[in-house]
């Protein structure tokens, strides 16, 4: 059965602190991998990975596929409280079914 | 806001009940999905319609139905409601069957007491 799974499922930090955020995933016909940012209701998009390796890069947030060893991280550096929300990664196979794991709770204080 | 609207915002309603959850897709979205979002399942695919038809089934129950509209707005409709079935619903929309390009609704929260 096809499975995502993140870790941890839950980090406290203090602002300015750098977080890294798993997820591995064991998925047939997998295509991409991708990453989305929920606060308060409604998931939102920040990555799709198709490639292994290359790193795609937004403000603080960074993140990199690898799919030998099948999983991928978030990174969050200079973390900031706006960046406390639960981040979710999703498997995307070739039947375009998004399966999603259950997500990671990231609470920054100031 | 991503374009996508869900009404209502919030249900509640008894054990055995049959509720319909609505979501209009983005302006030119033609594809509709809905997910269920509990706290120990995580976020899971129940189903996704594209221009009226359905086209991709995941893990939706039998007690719940779906169809997309003419006007290309969707219904998501739960029967024989059980406690277990209290959870977030969202509806995404994208223009194709690109999903990796949906965009999420806000939510109905279902509370099933």
């Known amino acids: 059965e096809d499975k995502v799974v993140q870790s941890p499922l839950s980090l406290v930090v203090h602002e300015g602190d750098t977080v890294t955020l798993n997820c591995s995933y064991e998925v047939t016909n997998f295509r991409s991998l991708l990453w989305y940012k929920q606060e308060k209701k409604a998931p939102t998009f920040l990555f799709m990975l198709t490639s292994s390796g290359i790193e795609k890069k937004s403000g603080r947030l960074s993140s990199i596929l690898d799919k030998k060893e099948l999983f991928s991280i978030l990174n969050i550096t200079a973390t900031q409280t706006g960046d406390s929300a639960i981040y979710l990664c999703a498997a995307l196979p070739y039947t375009d079914k998004l399966i999603f794991g259950t997500g990671t709770r990231l609470q920054v204080f100031p | 806001d991503s374009g996508v609207t869900q009404t209502p915002k919030h249900l509640i309603t008894a054990t055995g009940q049959r509720v319909t959850l609505r979501c209009s897709p983005r302006?030119?979205?033609?594809?509709v999905y809905w997910y269920q979002q509990s706290l120990d399942q995580g976020l899971q695919f129940l189903i996704q319609?594209?221009?009226?038809?359905?086209?991709a089934k995941g893990n939706i129950l039998e007690r719940f139905s779906a169809q997309q509209f003419p006007d290309l707005h969707s219904e998501l409709n739960l029967s024989s409601l059980e406690l277990g079935d209290s959870a977030l619903y969202f509806c995404?929309?994208?223009?194709?069957?690109?999903?990796?390009?949906?965009?999420f609704g806000p939510g109905t929260r279902l509370t099933v007491t």
């Open positions: 995404a929309s994208s223009v194709g069957n690109r999903a990796h390009e949906q965009y």
């Open positions: 319609y594209y221009n009226g038809e359905e086209r």
């Open positions: 302006s030119g979205d033609l594809s």
